[in-house]
């Protein structure tokens, strides 16, 4: 569940996504990988959408940037002005 200071938007795997990878065929470590990449794509859509370009027009550099830009923030004004919670 999502703390009352935690974004709704920091949610990257919905109860539906997570029980949708439970019941499927896949060992533990599939499922785990399954999670991840689903993640992955939610914060891509973010960043994405933060640069004004659709997800495959992404560039590394830009993914490397928006990480730097969210690790500054959590650094300089802790980790609830931070787009990522950990």
């Known amino acids: 569940m999502n703390s ?3 974004q ?3 949610q990257f795997l919905t109860l539906e996504e997570s ?3 439970d019941g499927a065929l896949l060992s533990s470590s599939e499922k785990f990988l399954t999670r991840l990449t689903i993640s992955s794509l939610q ?3 973010h960043i ?3 640069y004004g370009v659709d ?3 992404l560039t590394p550099e830009q993914i490397i940037a928006w990480f ?3 690790g500054k923030i959590r650094r300089e004004q802790g980790i609830d002005a931070a787009y990522l919670k950990w």
């Open 4 to 6: 009352p200071s935690q």
């Open 8 to 10: 709704p938007s920091t």
């Open 19 to 21: 029980a949708k990878v």
């Open 43 to 45: 914060l891509l859509k």
């Open 48 to 50: 994405a959408q933060e």
């Open 55 to 57: 997800v495959e027009n």
């Open 68 to 70: 730097e830009k969210d």
